[in-house]
């Protein structure tokens, strides 16, 4: 399956929505955009996660570098997260203590705290899913627009 990345703003914030497949193959493009996107001067981000069908420690290390840079820039990245695999898989590497988790877009757009997690970010390291390098269960669904 192919990455699907559609952006727009709500505010302050970005809304970067993924949909398909995170992994090895399609990490560098979401990598490449998220990092567009902060060049741009979009540093309140909300990664909307809720279509992402598979997710591997490629795409995990990406989100990890993009909530560094979001930092260094002064500002946040939220995820939102309502694919319980994907979910299962922010628990079992514990990144689901490092990023700010919200169930649906709504709640995400409605958080005023600042997305501040309870753990720091790991370093970039490509290690951050080191114990769990898939989810998903290989189910597919219709992309018509890839990036």
């Known amino acids: 399956m192919d990455l699907t990345l559609n952006t727009r703003a709500q505010g302050e914030r970005t809304i970067l929505e993924v949909a398909g497949e995170v992994d090895v193959y399609t990490g560098p493009t979401l990598r490449d955009r998220i990092s567009d996107l902060l060049d741009g001067g979009a540093h ?8 992402v ?6 795409g995990l290390g990406v989100l990890v570098g993009a909530l560094n840079r979001a930092r260094e820039l002064g500002g946040s990245l939220r995820l939102v997260v309502s694919q319980e695999r994907v979910l299962k898989l922010l628990r079992i590497t514990g990144l689901d203590q490092v990023f700010a988790v919200r169930p649906s877009l709504v709640d995400a757009l409605a958080d005023t705290v600042p997305a501040e997690p309870t753990t720091p970010a790991p370093a ?7 114990n769990a390098s898939t989810a998903g269960d290989g189910s597919t669904g219709d992309q018509s627009e890839a990036s």
């Open 124 to 130: 970039d390291t490509g290690q951050a899913a080191s």
């Open 44 to 51: 309140d981000l909300v990664v909307d996660l809720s279509r």
């Open 53 to 58: 069908e598979f997710i591997d420690s490629t």
